[in-house]
Every structure is written in structure tokens, then in C-alpha cells.
């Protein structure tokens, strides 16, 4: 797949993000999810009134079968039926420090949505997100109009892997193809543009076929626009095997994206601060990208719970800051404001890490 230059859709934005890398380390937000949870949101909280006769607010069918299913857990549907709830979240992170906010939709493709049978409002989903996202920014900005304020478009791995059976006894078989990932993540990325995100990440990348999937709908909706928005790539390592799900190293797994130039690579979720030090550090050795990375805060107690605080985080990042490995940084599962906070406070006195030059082909 070749990437032809193409100019910015927002060329201003893209410039004063260019500009803000490089004289700091850029602090991202912490969890939606942990957020939401904090909420002990019920199932009327996730319809809101919209959603409170079941149905998925497109039509008035009181039969369809849709009707009857439980929308609890459903956390992308709050940009539509809860906005105040993430429109306040975005808030506290940006009060917190940071300098960019993820979208609400991680599980906002139809693959990810058939499982409450809201396929139907994906783009609105991922437009409304956007939205949400950049006016929370833009509140920020005008607060402090000497602090540039930017929303990433999330697009999240979803449930399945183009490169691994779900069956043991059939090592063959695959429940998605490369053409139906394509597919959810155009109707997405679309949203998300046209919602007014000022960059795309693609994150959480368990499978590179998945993220190669994801990459190459998101270089055609370019291509369709005939302009471009950054772009961001981070991977999980899934476990100590110091490897994604689909089996590759952090070296391999930046070798196998490195075609599509991101503004970015890094990794996220999965594991602590600690435990990613090494991986990060190889991409910071090896790529000539900026270097971003999020993670959990530690890794997940007896009940699923993760205890590092955010002094404990703040120390180990504040170390990849003063190692110059970092050019973003922010935190993922189990991370709040106060983690973010604490984070942005520790990197601050460093200077971003110096990017690679470009090696000719």
C-alpha cells in the first residue's frame, strides 16, 4: 500500500500540534472506562431518554427486535444519550493537564455495536464523539488560549482478530476478514472527520492485520477527502512474552506499520509502566516517529482492579521522560485525573525525545 502525500484538512491545527511536540512531551488523557465505572451507571442511565423505549432512536418500531436488549456496558452510546457525563469527563482530564482527549469509541464500529444492535448509529456515534471531544478542547483552549488543546479519533482493535482462529480445533477458521474490517473502520474514521477530530489513533493493536485493516480505510477516507488529518499507532503488548497477541516484537510490529509514516507509534493497555519500559524503549531506538505510550496504572489485582498510584506512575514516566524516550504520554486503564494530573506534573521539566532521521530507502 503506498501513502501519497496529501495536504492537511486542518492545516492550522496540524501545524500547532507539529509545533507543541516539539518543544515538550505532550500529555494525553486516562481512562473513559474507569471514569465511567466510577458513575455505577445503570441501564437508564445508558438509554437516557432517547434510548428509554429500547428502540435504537432511528425509527419508531415499538416490535423491532432490538427493542429488547440491554444497552448497560454499552459506554460509546453515552456521546448520544449521556453527552453532559463525557463532555464533563473530557473536562477533567484537560483541567488535569492534558493536552489531548481520546473520542468515547473504542467500540464504536458495527462489529463492535452488533452486540446491542446499534450497528445503525455508528457514524453518528463516532461524529457526535468527535464532537464532544473537540468542543471540550475548545472550551479549554479559551480558557488558556496559550495552551493548543487537540481531540483524537479513537478506533479501537474490536472484538475479533483477522490473524488467529477463535477455535482451537479449527486453526484455519477466522470470524472476520480483512474486507469486513476495512468496511467498519471507513463508516468510523468518516465519523470521526466529520465530527472535527483533529487526529486519528489507531489503539490497543492486539493483531497488525487488524491495524493493517484500520490503516488502510483510514488512508482511503483520506484519499476520498483529498486531505489528511495526523495520525497515531499504538499497540498492546499482551502479556511478559514482550509480545503482541499476534505474535511480534515492538521492533517487528514497527517495522510491519512504519509504512503508513504515523505521527506516532507507542503502546498502551495491557501492562504497567514499568513493565512496558523495555518495549517502549526499542521503539524509541528504532523509529523515527514521535514515541507515545499509556499504560494501565500497574497490572490488575485479584479482583481486576489496578492499585498504582499516581505518584507511582508519575516516578516511573517521569523516569522515561528524563531517558528522553517519550514524546507522548498518558495513562490507560485504571487512570483518573489525579493520575494525569500527577504525570504532566513529572514530565514537565524534560525535553520531548529527539525524533530519528529518516534512513533513504
Known amino acids: 500500500m503506498s501513502y501519497s502525500p496529501l495536504p492537511w484538512l486542518h492545516p492550522e491545527r496540524a501545524q500547532t500540534l507539529k509545533d507543541a511536540l516539539s518543544r515538550r512531551i505532550l500529555v494525553l488523557d486516562g481512562a473513559m472506562g474507569t471514569m465511567l465505572q466510577g458513575h455505577a451507571l445503570g441501564e437508564k442511565d445508558y438509554r437516557g431518554e432517547r434510548f428509554a423505549h429500547g428502540c435504537d432512536g432511528t425509527h419508531d418500531h415499538p416490535h423491532d427486535e432490538r427493542c429488547g436488549r440491554d444497552l448497560k456496558g454499552n459506554n460509546d452510546l453515552l456521546s448520544l444519550s449521556r453527552p453532559d457525563l463525557i463532555r464533563d469527563i473530557h473536562a477533567r482530564y484537560l483541567d488535569a493537564g492534558a493536552d489531548l482527549v481520546e473520542t468515547n469509541t473504542f467500540n464504536a464500529t458495527r462489529i463492535s455495536q452488533a452486540d446491542y444492535g446499534m450497528q445503525a448509529l455508528v457514524h453518528e456515534i463516532n461524529q457526535e464523539g468527535a464532537r464532544l471531544a473537540r468542543a471540550a478542547c475548545a472550551a479549554a483552549e479559551r480558557k488558556d488560549p496559550s495552551r493548543p488543546r487537540f481531540a483524537i479519533g479513537v478506533l479501537g482493535p474490536t472484538s475479533r482478530t483477522a490473524s488467529i482462529s477463535p477455535d482451537v ?39 497488525t492485520l487488524n491495524a493493517k485493516a484500520a490503516l488502510f480505510a483510514v488512508d482511503a477516507e483520506f484519499s476520498r477527502r483529498k486531505g489528511r488529518l495526523p495520525l497515531m499507532i499504538s499497540g498492546t503488548i499482551t502479556d511478559r512474552s514482550g509480545r503482541t497477541l499476534s505474535g511480534q516484537t515492538a521492533e517487528a510490529f514497527y517495522i510491519s506499520l512504519a509504512h503508513a509514516r ?65 514524546n507522548i504520554v498518558g495513562g490507560c486503564c485504571g487512570t483518573g485525573p489525579e493520575h494525569i494530573e500527577a504525570i504532566a506534573a513529572a514530565v514537565r521539566p524534560h525535553a520531548p525525545r529527539a525524533r530519528r532521521a529518516r534512513e533513504a530507502a
Do not use: K, W
Not at 310 to 319: K, R, V
Open 262 to 326: 504515523p505521527l506516532s507509534i507507542g503502546f498502551n493497555c495491557a501492562l504497567g509502566a514499568d513493565e512496558l519500559r523495555p518495549h517502549v524503549q526499542a521503539l524509541a531506538e528504532l523509529a523515527d516517529c514521535n514515541i507515545s505510550t499509556h499504560p494501565n496504572a500497574g497490572l490488575p489485582n485479584a479482583f481486576g482492579e489496578y492499585d498504582e498510584t499516581p505518584e507511582q506512575m508519575a516516578t516511573t514516566l517521569g523516569a522515561f521522560a528524563s531517558e528522553h524516550l517519550l
Open 169 to 207: 480445533n479449527d486453526p484455519g477458521f477466522r470470524n472476520v476478514s480483512f474486507e469486513e474490517l476495512v468496511d467498519n473502520y471507513t463508516e468510523s474514521v468518516a465519523g470521526l472527520i466529520d465530527g472535527g477530530a483533529d487526529l486519528i489513533m489507531v489503539e490497543t493493536i492486539f493483531d
